[in-house]
Nanobody, 122 residues
Framework: QVQLVESGGGLVQPGGSRRLSCAAS????????MGWYRQAPGQERELVAA???????AYADAVKGRFTISRDNAKNTGYLQMNSLKPEDTAVYYC????????????????WGQGTQVTVSS
């Protein structure tokens, strides 16, 4: 079955950088689209960045200019490069991907990663 495994979270000082990775495994035909979401304490989960195909990307206003989403199709891995981190970026970050696979007979199915904690603090 398809799984998404996230990594790269941890403690970082304000102004620092961090890169999150989302590795997809399984009998994947293609990753049609993916996005990064985050959920801060006491808040709703929100979309941070999304990439649909190629270089088509979109970002939340709060992170635009600081975060960059990308994909390595050969590795079935997505990334979220986070620069100039602020305390308000502290959240659990989740990877989401819409994937077609042999298991689903080519039908697009959504998957969530387990989440990785990013804490921005001095």
């Amino acid at each position: 079955q398809v799984q998404l495994v996230e990594s790269g979270g941890g403690l970082v000082q304000p102004g620092g950088s961090r890169r999150l990775s989302c590795a997809a495994s399984g009998s994947i035909t293609s990753i049609n689209g993916m996005g990064w979401y985050r959920q801060a304490p006491g808040q709703e989960r929100e979309l941070v960045a999304a990439i649909h195909s190629g270089v088509s990307t979109a970002y939340a206003d709060a992170v635009k200019g600081r975060f960059t989403i990308s994909r390595d199709n050969a590795k079935n891995t997505g990334y979220l490069q986070m620069n100039s981190l602020k305390p308000e970026d502290t959240a659990v970050y989740y990877c989401y991907a819409a994937i077609t696979s042999a298991q689903t007979m080519g039908r697009m199915t959504g998957y969530w990663g387990q989440g990785t904690q990013v804490t921005v603090s001095s």
